[in-house]
């Protein structure tokens, strides 16, 4: 079983509706959770960033974690077709830089 | 800035032919690692290094080799290519190995075929 899981998708919607992704994962030690995004041909960037339980906003991305069900979360609000790229989630613990990253989630925005 | 940089963009290789990923970064970042991606496989570190002259092993370490002469270099090396080692291979890099807030920067990727 991996570390961290993560439906590959892909996952298709049309522009301006709700994109829900996420991952859950199985080791408790993790306490930094990060959402990068990919665009096709190029490295992941970082998009999100929090630490522990709990929500974080910014702009039309929400991460939520959930560290009681080993669960993470990524909701993009208004979708644009500009948000069309693979969404990885990746985590790591207290102690470890290493990051532990889930497979991708390739989203299409359909215009 | 250029960031991070990676040549050769795209590589074909023979199986036992040798050959060398070359990263640098003009960030002066102290941490850098090295990545591959598979489908359905997420990134895995291969190897990282925490400053100049100190490099250690990650997940997938077998049939590589890194070393970490200056702060700005992290060249990767396939020792002997192997249809296995056909994959997309990032190289990135932070400020340092604090990842409370600490961006990891990562280069455009080069694309490896060993046939």
């Known amino acids: 079983q991996k570390e961290v899981e993560q439906d590959p998708g892909p996952l298709s919607v049309p522009e301006g509706a709700i994109v829900s992704l996420n991952c859950t994962y199985s080791?408790?030690?993790?306490?930094?959770f990060m959402w990068y995004r990919q665009y096709s041909r190029k490295g992941p960037e970082l998009l999100m960033y929090?630490?522990?339980?709990g929500n974080k906003e910014d702009g039309r991305f929400t991460a939520q974690v959930d560290k009681s069900s080993k669960y993470i979360s990524l909701f993009i609000r208004d979708s644009q077709p500009s948000d069309s790229a693979t969404y990885l989630c990746a985590m790591s613990d207290i102690n470890d830089y290493k990051l532990s990253f889930g497979a991708g989630t390739t989203v299409t925005v359909r215009a | 800035n250029a960031g991070v940089t990676q040549t050769p963009k795209f590589q074909v290789l023979k199986t036992g032919q040798s050959m060398t990923l070359q990263c640098a970064q003009d960030m002066n970042h102290e941490y850098m690692s090295w990545y591959r991606q598979d489908p359905g496989m997420g990134l895995r570190l291969i190897h990282y290094?925490?400053?100049?002259?100190?490099?250690d092993q990650g997940e997938v370490p077998n049939g590589y080799n890194v070393s970490r002469s200056t702060t700005e270099d992290f060249p990767l090396r396939l020792l002997s290519a192997a249809p296995s080692q056909t994959s997309v291979y990032f190289c990135?890099?932070?400020?340092?190995?604090?990842?409370?807030?600490?961006?990891?920067?990562f280069g455009e990727g080069s694309w490896l075929t060993v046939v």
């Open positions: 990135a890099s932070s400020r340092d190995s604090d990842i409370s807030g600490n961006t990891i920067y």
């Open positions: 929090t630490y522990s339980s």
């Open positions: 290094s925490v400053g100049a002259g100190i490099t």
């Open positions: 080791n408790s030690a993790f306490q930094y």
